[in-house]
Nanobody, 124 residues
Framework: QVQVAESGGGLVQPGGSLRVSCAAS????????MNWVRQAPGKGFEWVSD????????YYADSVKGRFTISRDNAKNMVYLQMNSLKPEDTGVYYC?????????????????WGQGTQVTVSS
């Protein structure tokens, strides 16, 4: 049974930091690219970042480049998103998603597995 479960969301003040985590099971985690995709209130999906299956290469959306860092631990089937210098526009539900290749897509159907999301709210 495939499971993708995000955790670590919460309320943080502008300029603060937060780390969200994703635990995966039921599939060969090390064979998949892992992505973070977010959805702001009332808006569509926005691809945020991905990391290659071996963890060697990472990509970021321009909106988060220099502030967010994605990482993974293939021994633990975990992927993380460290978010620094948070802004109110970073508010949204953050989803962890697996893809066979680099997709950088806002279309949910581009991903093989998808979690239930964790809420991140940046507000004073």
């Amino acid at each position: 049974q495939v499971q993708v479960a995000e955790s670590g969301g919460g309320l943080v003040q502008p300029g603060g930091s937060l780390r969200v985590s994703c635990a995966a099971s039921g599939f060969t985690f090390r064979s998949y690219y892992m992505n973070w995709v977010r959805q702001a209130p009332g808006k569509g999906f926005e691809w945020v970042s991905d990391i290659s299956d071996g963890g060697v290469t990472t990509y970021y959306a321009d909106s988060v480049k220099g502030r967010f860092t994605i990482s993974r631990d293939n021994a633990k089937n975990m992927v993380y998103l460290q978010m620094n210098s948070l802004k109110p526009e970073d508010t949204g539900v953050y989803y962890c998603a697996a893809s066979r290749f680099r997709v950088m897509s806002t279309n949910r159907s581009a991903y093989v597995y998808w979690g239930q999301g964790t809420q991140v709210t940046v507000s004073s």
